[in-house]
């Protein structure tokens, strides 16, 4: 089962994916927390990374999809794997399609801009485990303390009003044409995304046919 995740910067891919891949038992492969990783670590791909999600612009093609092609060669992705992120230009969807991988399901997320504003703006996120909450509706027990592993809260360097209205250009412009891509293929399923988390889980699962 191999399946893509799109949709708007804060729809809630991350939150959805992490359902799909615990009720499947399929690896999770985030390219923003791929990036998010190798900018932790300095790597070069991380520091090469940074200059462009920092602007709200997207990683080259050419890195993303070298990234991709070695994470999901790898053993724990035999059976399958959850694409989050990826991909997100027409270039990089053809590149999948050019090396034969076949995809089961493409699902896109819709939330509209005034919701995706709010969310990212208030946004928090654990340092350790990468959890996602709200400030106002989705708040931590304990203020800036993560319930799953008690790591710290902090905002997404790139959860900036500026940047966050960079990522949506940036959507729209280069993301959001791979709807089209897909729906022409007759592969495209769309879940609205809801304000409650469980009811857009509940209809993602549906929608999966789980
Ligand atoms: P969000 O969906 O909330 O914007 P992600 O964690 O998926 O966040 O991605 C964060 C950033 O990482 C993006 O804004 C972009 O700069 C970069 N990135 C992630 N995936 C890709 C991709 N497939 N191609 C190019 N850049 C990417
Ligand atoms: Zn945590």
Redesign the pocket.
């Known amino acids: 089962m191999n399946i893509i995740l799109l ?5 809630g ?2 939150t959805e994916a992490s359902k799909i891949v615990d009720t499947y038992k399929l690896p999770h492969i ?7 990783e190798n900018i932790k670590n300095q790597t070069p791909i991380g520091v090469q ?1 940074k200059s ?2 920092d602007q ?6 050419e ?2 999809c070298k990234i ?1 092609e070695e994470r999901i060669s790898r053993e724990d992705c035999k059976n399958g794997y959850m694409l ?6 027409i270039a ?1 969807a053809e590149a999948l399609d050019k090396s034969g991988i076949d995809i089961d399901c493409v699902l896109t997320l819709e939330v509209g801009d005034e919701e995706i504003v709010e969310r ?1 703006s208030g946004r928090l996120e654990c340092k350790i485990c990468g959890s996602s909450f709200h400030k106002d509706h989705r708040k931590p027990k304990a203020e800036g303390v993560c319930d799953n592993c008690g790591g710290t809260l902090r905002t ?1 360097e ?1 959860d900036k009003p500026d940047v966050i209205r960079a ?1 949506l250009k ?2 729209y412009e280069q993301t959001a044409p791979l709807k089209e891509f897909y729906a022409k293929k007759g592969m495209l399923k769309t879940v609205i995304g809801k304000n409650e988390i469980a009811s857009t889980s509940a209809e993602v699962l549906k929608v999966l046919g789980v």
């Open positions: 949709g708007a910067p804060g729809a891919k991350g985030s390219t923003g927390d791929i990036f998010r990374a462009y999600i709200g612009l997207l990683v080259p093609d890195v993303t991709v989050d992120g990826f991909p997100r230009t990089q990212l997404r790139d990522r940036t959507y």
